[in-house]
């Protein structure tokens, strides 16, 4: 048998009472073979390797998150204080890095959303804390974004598009 498709049972729980004649005789049936009445868990291998990739996810996401948001705060207080974006860089690395870590952070506070509308709440704080740490240092970058774009379009009548203007660097 693959794996990934072997299937493997346990009883949930072993706390309960003993049997009684109005159960079903799917329930008689688990008391026969496990000598409680709950229901068994179905684990597959297969959570295994989910659980492994959801791991590398947030691994990845708390790594972009922590060096992302920094890169924001730079961008927002450049913007607000010159008007303009950061500088493109040596080979537009600097610009990259700052469209990136916008990206970043729509992503993760993307994924927050998601996760919240299908259990009920956010993301799971993570090792030591860090994604739920990075999931609310997002959402923060998200807020700012909102407030300095405003404020920018309000003073200036627009907001820097993404690539470098001649009026900003050149």
Same mark, same amino acid.
């Given at each position: 048998?693959?794996?990934?498709?072997?299937?493997?049972?346990?009883?949930?729980?072993?706390?309960?009472?003993?049997?009684?004649?109005?159960?079903?005789s799917?329930?008689?049936?688990?008391?026969?073979?496990?000598?409680?009445?709950?229901?068994?868990?179905?684990?597959?291998?297969?959570?295994?390797?989910?659980?492994?990739?959801?791991?590398?996810?947030?691994?990845?996401? @708390?790594?972009? *998150?922590? @060096?992302?948001?920094?890169?924001? *705060?730079?961008?927002?207080?450049?913007?607000?204080?010159?008007g303009?974006?950061?500088?493109?860089?040596? *080979?537009?690395?600097? *610009?990259?890095?700052?469209?990136?870590?916008?990206?970043?952070?729509?992503?993760?506070?993307?994924w927050?959303?998601?996760?919240?509308?299908?259990?009920?709440?956010?993301?799971?704080?993570?090792?030591?804390?860090?994604?739920?740490?990075?999931?609310?240092?997002?959402?923060?970058s998200?807020?700012?974004?909102?407030?300095?774009?405003?404020? +920018?379009?309000?003073? +200036?009548g627009?907001?820097?598009?993404?690539?470098?203007?001649? +009026?900003?660097?050149?």
């Amino acid at each position: 048998m693959h794996a990934s498709k072997m299937l493997l049972l346990s009883p949930a729980c072993t706390s309960l009472p003993a049997p009684h004649r109005n159960r079903s005789s799917s329930y008689n049936a688990i008391y026969r073979r496990t000598g409680s009445y709950a229901p068994l868990k179905v684990l597959s291998m297969a959570n295994e390797s989910s659980e492994s990739e959801s791991s590398t996810i947030a691994k990845v996401a @708390i790594v972009g *998150g922590l @060096i992302s948001t920094p890169v924001i *705060g730079w961008s927002l207080y450049t913007l607000k204080t010159t008007g303009c974006g950061l500088p493109p860089g040596p *080979g537009g690395s600097i *610009g990259a890095l700052e469209g990136v870590s916008y990206l970043v952070v729509v992503a993760i506070v993307a994924w927050s959303l998601y996760t919240k509308s299908k259990t009920g709440s956010g993301l799971p704080n993570g090792p030591f804390g860090l994604l739920g740490a990075v999931e609310g240092l997002s959402y923060l970058s998200l807020l700012a974004i909102v407030v300095v774009f405003g404020l +920018q379009f309000f003073e +200036q009548g627009s907001i820097p598009g993404p690539l470098p203007s001649d +009026q900003c660097f050149g």
